[in-house]
């Protein structure tokens, strides 16, 4: 049914950038055989995904979506992909992305963008707009996101999906192609909170192959997510974020998030504004961590190891053969960001720059340890607007990075976050996004307070 589907929208949609068909039928065969021979199944057997074009998938491309790693095929699956895979999900296929999950519009793919299936012109968000867009179209019941500076929640409140930012350290990051290591989370991309939290259910725990994963027994979020669609928010407080709301931000987009706000407090919660002053700075120093540590995570695409390998005419060198390969694989995004971490990294620079962003950071968690001291969840649009016109704010860098306003500071303090689908604004009927967050390991709040929207 879902492979008919894309061979029906993603001409259009181009959500995805491999489609594996023979796969995910051979796989949607053995869950039907287990069914029958009486097994015991998981709740998501033989419910297909998309997954996002960076988790490594064995025997299947894993592109990032650049040119760099064109023909690469990993020789082994990410714990997501291997946690899948052993509880019966069949993988339809790898879903587009900006290159190296750098962007806000999914546009920075080297395969071409993904169309938004609310309007086609405009953008699905980014990076990971394939994943929010494959389940947007009905392409995939389910898919697999990164999220490290909002990859997730951004796509999913500009499609009118949900998607979910886990507690940094909650789902391991083994095959997770890195774009900023302190950053980086998958998660889950549905169309109900509770499609995330039973898939939150299966990707999640410990993993002995990251040195990141947090070693504790996870609570059940799908019964949090149950608890919540019960809808009493009796005793729970919620702090609006000050920084996130008002003047610049698309007005339908409040209106809708303010509505959202009064829904929970008909269910009985307690809602109070909080002054988060850091958040301002989030911005400016996550653009120099970030560049920071991708610069020096994608110094291993070298040309020697894996895929692309352009070799100059005459007699080259190794570094001739480095430098073609990457002035030919990487994209205008990936070059400006190498170019501006390896700057903010220089001897002479790294105190002004990077050490200067990580006190930033510092900032932000104490903003958040102190606005969770006084209430249990902290909430703001996921996004300043609705999806833009494709191609709007590709010559804007700063344009593009202001997108991620109030997605960042969750990343920056590897707290949790998750956006739902608040409506749609007046202005252009497009979808736009709720955003909750919760303390870190307090990801179950999310699901409670996220369901009760629904
Ligand atoms: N828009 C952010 C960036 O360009 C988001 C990145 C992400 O979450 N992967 O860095």
């Not at 939150?200 to 149950?226: L, M, N, V, Y």
């Not at 269910?267 to 850091?278: K, L, R, T, Y």
């Amino acid at each position: 049914l879902h492979l008919a589907r894309i061979d029906a929208v993603d001409g259009a949609v181009h959500a995805f950038l491999h489609v594996d068909r023979e796969g995910a039928l051979a796989q949607a065969a053995a869950s039907d055989e287990r069914r029958a021979a009486g097994e015991t199944l998981s709740p998501l057997d033989g419910v297909p995904i998309a997954v996002k074009d960076v988790l490594t998938t064995e025997g299947l491309p894993t592109t990032c979506g650049s040119k760099i790693l064109e023909g690469w095929l990993p020789p082994y699956d990410s714990t997501v992909v291997s946690k899948l895979k052993a509880a019966g999900l069949p993988i339809l296929g790898k879903t587009n992305m900006d290159e190296f999950a750098m962007g806000s519009s999914t546009e920075h793919s080297a395969y071409g963008p993904t169309h938004n299936p609310w309007d086609l012109d405009r953008i699905p968000g980014g990076s990971g707009g394939g994943s929010a867009a494959a389940v947007a179209a009905f392409e995939a019941p389910l898919a697999i996101g990164t999220d490290t500076g909002g990859s997730i929640r951004q796509p999913g409140a500009v499609t009118g999906t949900v998607g979910v930012k886990p507690t940094y350290g909650g789902i391991s990051r083994y095959g997770l192609v890195a774009l900023a290591n302190s950053l980086d989370q998958a998660g889950p991309v549905t169309r109900t909170v509770l499609d995330s939290a039973l898939l939150h259910d299966i990707i999640g725990g410990h993993d002995p192959k990251d040195s990141t994963s947090i070693d504790q027994e996870w609570p059940s979020f799908t019964d949090a997510a149950r608890s919540g669609a019960a809808g009493d928010m009796t005793g729970v407080k919620i702090g609006v974020i000050t920084e996130l709301a008002g003047d610049g931000w698309q007005p339908g987009v409040m209106a809708r998030f303010t509505e959202s706000v009064d829904l929970l407090v008909k269910a009985g919660a307690e809602v109070v504004e909080v002054s988060c002053p850091s958040f301002v700075h989030a911005l400016a120093a996550y653009y120099l961590i970030l560049p920071a540590e991708a610069s020096s995570n994608l110094a291993k695409f070298d040309a020697m190891r894996y895929g692309l390998r352009v070799v100059p005419d005459g007699d080259p060198s190794a570094e001739d053969v480095m430098r073609a390969t990457r002035d030919a694989g990487f994209g205008d995004e990936v070059k400006r960001r190498i170019i501006l971490g390896t700057y903010a990294l220089s001897s002479g620079y790294y105190d002004a720059y990077y050490g200067q962003a990580q006190k930033v950071r510092t900032l932000i968690s104490r903003d958040f340890e102190a606005a969770f001291a006084s209430v249990d969840v902290l909430v703001s649009p996921t996004a300043p607007t609705t999806a833009f016109k494709l191609g709007e704010k590709l010559d804007d860098p700063i344009a593009m990075y202001l997108n991620d306003l109030a997605t960042i500071p969750a990343n920056l303090a590897g707290v949790p976050g998750i956006s739902v689908p608040s409506g749609l604004a007046d202005e252009d009927g497009l979808p736009a996004g709720f955003q909750i967050l919760a303390p870190a390991l307090e990801d179950e709040r999310l699901y409670r307070v996220g369901a009760a929207l629904e």
